[in-house]
Structure formats: C-alpha cells, structure tokens
C-alpha cells in the first residue's frame, strides 16, 4: 500500500480557497487517490476521488499531475464548517483490499 | 447515496463486561466491512477486516480474541469488545464498500464512543 505524506496542519481564513497537497511517491499503476473529511467524533466523509488529471464536484477539486506523485486537494471559499480532518488515500481496486489512513490535515478556518 | 449505520453511538460499561457494536449497510450489501479504532488527535487505525461467512482478518497487534467479529449477513457485522478495561476507551468507525474494489466510494458509520469505567 502506498504511504501519504500530508502537512499536519493548516490554517486558513473563510472565503479563501485551500490546497492540501499530499504526497504518495511510490503510487502503483492501478492506485486511486481517495480524500476524506472528518469532523471530531464523526465518521470520515467521502470527499472526492480521482486516478489522473483533474477531477471536479461540487464540494472539491483534485489535481493530480502526469507522474501522479502527488495530489492537490482544493477547496473553493471554505467557511468555518470545513474546519475538519481531511485525509488523502492511496489504494487499488480488487478484493481483500484496505483502506488505510495516514495522519490527515486538520484544516482551520478562521472567521 | 449509500448509508451505513452503527449503534450504539455511545456507550459507558464496566471494566470486565462485554460491549457489542453493531454496523449495518441500510441500502447495499457489503461483502466487506472494516472496523477502526481512533484515540483522540490520531488517526484512525485498522483493526480487522470483516469477511462476510468467513473468519475476519486481523491487523498485526490487535487480539483477536478479545475484538470479536462477526459478519453474519452481507449487510451486518458485529464487534465484540471483550472483558472491557479503560484502555479500550476509544473511538469505534466501522465502514463498506458498495462495489468491492477501491475505486469505489467508502461508506462510514457515525462511531461509537466507547468508555470503559
């Protein structure tokens, strides 16, 4: 499984956009690049995936470029309810697999 | 979308005595489910791997006698902490996959709050 590698903090202001970066040097071929939001003492919340390029919804971008080394996770004018945990996953598809957690970023958003 | 769902959300017991947590997909069958256990600042942890009609799969240094797991249907799985002390106190996750690759969404329960006393 490939490890992440996430800042353990960051803090930010609301209206802002945030990019949480996450590293995961020894990515495979068939990896998926999973982020993840926690809010204290809840579960963790899906946020957005993607294998390659830029993936978009409506909470959330991800831009993962060619060597797919890395990923950005972008969040467009937080508010203070994106205060959380977020996390960034690596794995691939097929039974038996795991998901497995690294330290997470816990993101402040200042009034 | 899909929700998966835990109870209890909270529970208080003494130390000695058993506490069963129940998981359950409410709108998808989940050949697999995975348990957590998270201590307050940290990350969540892999305990075991749920294996529907199956034994689970235990993470390296977790007991499996004393964190039973049960994975009677495809939409339950139980775990049994055994003869609970306060070191146990945590915070329980458990979670499902609709589709059993990982390119799929990940559903989480709500968590249990756990405290041994």
């Known amino acids: 499984l490939a490890k992440t590698t996430q800042p353990i903090s960051m803090d930010s202001y609301e209206g802002q956009e945030v990019n949480i970066t996450c590293s995961h040097n020894?990515?495979?071929?068939?990896?998926?690049i999973t982020w993840y939001q926690q809010f204290p003492s809840q579960g963790p919340r899906f946020i957005i995936q993607?294998?390659?390029t830029k993936v978009t919804n409506e909470v959330a971008s991800l831009f993962i470029p060619a060597d797919r080394k890395s990923s950005t996770l972008s969040l467009p004018r937080v508010s203070l309810s994106d205060t959380a945990v977020y996390y960034c996953?690596?794995?691939?598809?097929?039974?038996?697999?795991?998901?497995?957690f690294g330290a997470g970023t816990r993101l402040f958003v200042k009034a | 979308g899909a929700v998966v769902s835990q109870h209890p959300s909270r529970v208080i017991c003494k130390s000695g005595t058993s506490v069963k947590i129940e998981c359950r997909s409410l709108d998808f069958q989940a050949t697999t489910m995975f348990w957590y256990r998270q201590f307050p600042k940290q990350s969540l942890m892999l305990m075991a791997t749920?294996?529907?009609?199956?034994?689970?799969?235990?993470e390296q240094g977790v007991e499996k006698d004393k964190f039973l797991i049960n994975h009677a249907s495809l939409t339950l799985s139980t775990l049994t902490v055994t003869s609970a002390h306060p070191e146990d106190s945590s915070f329980y996750i458990c979670?499902?996959?609709?589709?059993?690759?990982?390119?799929?969404?990940?559903?989480f329960g709500q968590g249990t709050r756990l405290t041994v006393v």
């Open positions: 749920s294996n529907e009609g199956s034994k689970a799969t235990y």
């Open positions: 996953l690596v794995g691939a598809g097929g039974g038996g697999f795991k998901t497995i």
């Open positions: 979670s499902a996959r609709e589709g059993d690759r990982f390119d799929t969404e990940a559903f």
């Open positions: 020894n990515i495979a071929t068939n990896d998926y």
């Open positions: 993607g294998y390659k």
